[in-house]
């Protein structure tokens, strides 16, 4: 079965400083992309970056960047310079199965406050 | 403009009532869904839909009837509530091919009292 995981419930960073959120998944696919999602106490849903399973390079979008080990299947982000706004709910995701319906799996999520 | 929208926004109703949630996207894509988020924060999948084609089903009451009249929109109709339905439902769209990420709506919250 396809699963992931996020081991950290929540997280605390003080403001302008690097925090790293896990993400583990199983998969016995070889060609597939992930997502991280942030939802603020507004409840968006919004996409923050995504990696395709296929490229080496880890994905980088201004301060959030990943570090993809596919061997490993641990697909953890890195938010640099931590502003306020980056409190929120954080989600890893996984499309589910190869038969491309688009089905997304989500981790349990890891709440982070980024403290003044 | 926005991409993915849903109404209403909030949703308050009593046990054994019906009620409707809309979704309309218009991003073009081909495949929409609606996501359950439960008390906890876990997100889950109800239904999907590929160009007005139900293709995911999951383990869903059929107190819960989704419809999708053209592929830039997805309704959710759920009969006969329940306390246990509380949850905030999201609508989401995405183009399938390559695996594209999903767009969501900005989620409906639904509490049955």
């Known amino acids: 079965a396809q699963t992931v995981t996020q081991s950290q419930p929540e997280m605390s960073v003080q403001e302008a400083e690097t925090v790293t959120l896990s993400c583990t998944y199983d998969t016995s696919e070889n060609n597939y992309y992930l997502f991280w999602y942030k939802q603020p106490p507004s409840r968006q849903m919004i996409l923050v970056i995504r990696?395709?399973?296929?490229?080496?390079q880890n994905a980088t979008e201004n301060r959030f960047s990943v570090n993809f080990q596919k061997a490993a299947k641990s697909f953890s982000l890195k938010i640099s310079d931590s502003q306020l706004g980056d409190t929120a709910m954080y989600f890893c995701a996984f499309p589910h199965g190869s038969s491309n319906t688009g089905k997304l799996i989500f981790g349990q999520g890891t709440t982070l406050q980024v403290k003044p | 403009d926005t991409a993915v929208s849903q109404t209403p926004k909030y949703l308050v109703t009593q046990m054994g009532n019906d009620k409707s949630i809309k979704c309309e996207q218009n991003?073009?894509?081909?495949?929409m869904y609606w996501y359950k988020q439960d008390s906890k924060k876990f997100l889950k999948i109800m239904f999907s839909?590929?160009?007005?084609?139900?293709?995911i089903n999951e383990t869903v009451p059929n107190r819960f009837s989704p419809k999708s009249p053209d592929k830039a929109h997805l309704n959710l109709h759920i009969n006969s509530l329940e306390l246990g339905d509380s949850a905030v439902y999201f609508c989401?769209?995405?183009?399938?091919?390559?695996?594209?990420?999903?767009?969501f709506g900005n989620g409906t919250r639904l509490t049955v009292t």
């Open positions: 991003l073009g894509h081909d495949t």
């Open positions: 839909y590929n160009n007005k084609e139900l293709i």
């Open positions: 990696q395709e399973a296929y490229k080496q």
């Open positions: 989401a769209s995405s183009q399938v091919k390559g695996k594209s990420p999903l767009h």
